[in-house]
């Protein structure tokens, strides 16, 4: 995915109007096939916070988007991590390096709204109104399940 440069843009809902209607320059979307990925598992040895990062990455919504090479990216940037938090002498530029490599991963909420990703809570089940009043009413002749 191609970084946007700029600011962060705004949430979709917090638009007035969509952005195809704004007359922007929206580019056309060039579409694959997503195939089945198998998240490795993370090294034992890792520094706690690669650690820690690499198992948020697997519960996190833009893990959906992921295929193995992103698996792939990420497992060699905790390796990296690692390395470095384990470094005695560190080197702060070693770490923007990593920081950056972590944002082609859309770790971050800027990093994916900039790429028009937004990942959103998932909308609560709500029954209808019948079906509600059905469950109590069987409830109440004693017939509920």
């Not at 995915?1 to 007359?23: H, Q």
């Not at 920081?99 to 809570?121: C, K, M, N, Q, T």
Request: charged share 30%.
């Amino acid at each position: 995915m191609s970084k946007i440069p700029g600011p962060v843009p705004n949430r979709e809902a917090d638009l007035a109007r969509p952005r195809e209607r704004k007359g922007s320059e929206a580019q056309p979307v060039t579409r694959g096939l997503a195939r089945p990925t198998k998240i490795p598992n993370g090294d034992r040895t890792w520094h706690p916070i690669a650690t820690r990062l690499w198992d948020s990455l697997k519960e996190s919504g833009q893990a959906d988007f992921y295929q193995a090479s992103d698996w792939a990216l990420a497992y060699s940037l905790c390796e990296d991590l690692s390395y470095y938090k384990h470094a005695g002498k560190r080197s702060g530029q070693m770490l923007q390096t990593i920081y950056s490599a972590f944002e082609r991963l859309l770790v971050a909420e800027g990093d994916r709204r900039r790429v028009r990703i937004e990942l959103h809570e998932p909308e609560p089940v709500v029954q209808s109104a019948a079906v509600l009043a059905i469950a109590d009413y069987r409830q109440d002749l004693g017939l509920a399940e």
